[in-house]
């Protein structure tokens, strides 16, 4: 099989339709049927059977598309990377960061930012952790804020800061909450594993009363007099009063990152960026009580 079987194959397998196929192809409906039988003869076996006018594929055809699949995934991505390369320019950031980093901590930065240089776009989307460095490797983004990186293969991962976590409860709590006396049946469990993953190097909640997906849900529960949980000090100062806002024993801290693709060259507008957060950020992460 030559490329142009394999595309008519893939065509019809991923539309089930002789006729969409053609049409995807921008060829006509007896053209894409000649491609296709002559893709057959090359082959030796059928990959196609016809049933009532309708084409069904062989065993040999699935076993076919599934060695063809992930080739054909990755010309997408690449169709998406060359898209995203034709509409960087330098006087625009694309940034990405959690949604916890999200509700006040990067806006705080990017107004301050604006304040220096006015004329540069700057285009701001959450995600989580893992999401954000493939969209990196995949450059849809320029840079990425975020806790605990996985620092895949072409990430480059910068510390900028260490902040606290903190316990967050609508009960009263005298003095710093000692993490393993944090009540199971009262705990609210995020399903988030950023900071989570520090929080089990101390302990390991097997039990709770409800899970979510955001820190940010998990504030706003507490603050709806639900429950306990365990957050980053921006969340738990965007989300809740003070008397809310508790330190932890022993003491967690979270390091927060700036990630780039180690394979591109950052623009001036983007390096502004990074010295701004790296200059800015520990002004503005506020304290415990």
Known sequence: ???????????????????????????SQP?????????????????????????????????????????YEKINELNKLTHNLAKNTQGKITLGCLPS?????????????????????????TDHTQALEQKLLQREIDIAVTFQPYTQHGIIATPILEIPLVYIDSQSVVSAQD????????WIQPDADSLMRIVKQYRTFNS??????????ASELVRQGL??????????????????????KPRMYATIYILRNANVSTTKATEDFIEL?????????????
């Open 101 to 125: 980093l999200g509700l006040s901590l990067i806006p705080k930065l990017t107004a301050q930012f604006f304040k220096k240089y006015p004329n540069v776009f700057v285009s701001i989307g």
């Open 1 to 27: 099989m030559n490329l142009r079987h394999l595309e008519m194959f893939y065509a019809v397998m991923l539309f089930g339709s002789l006729t969409e196929a053609a049409s995807s192809l921008c060829i």
């Open 179 to 186: 993490i393993h006396s944090i009540d199971e049946n009262r």
């Open 277 to 289: 957060i790296k200059s800015e950020i520990g002004l503005i992460t506020p304290s415990i009580n």
């Open 227 to 248: 429950g306990c949980s365990i957050t980053d000090v921006y969340t738990a100062a965007y989300s809740l009063p003070k008397e809310m806002i508790h330190e932890l």
């Open 208 to 217: 709770s009363m409800m899970s979510v997906q955001t820190y940010y849900m």
């Open 31 to 71: 053209a894409a049927s000649k491609l296709l039988k002559h893709a057959e003869q090359r082959l030796g076996f059928a990959l196609f059977k016809r049933i009532k006018g309708k084409l069904q594929p062989t065993k040999e055809a699935y076993i076919l598309y599934e060695e063809i699949k992930p080739i």
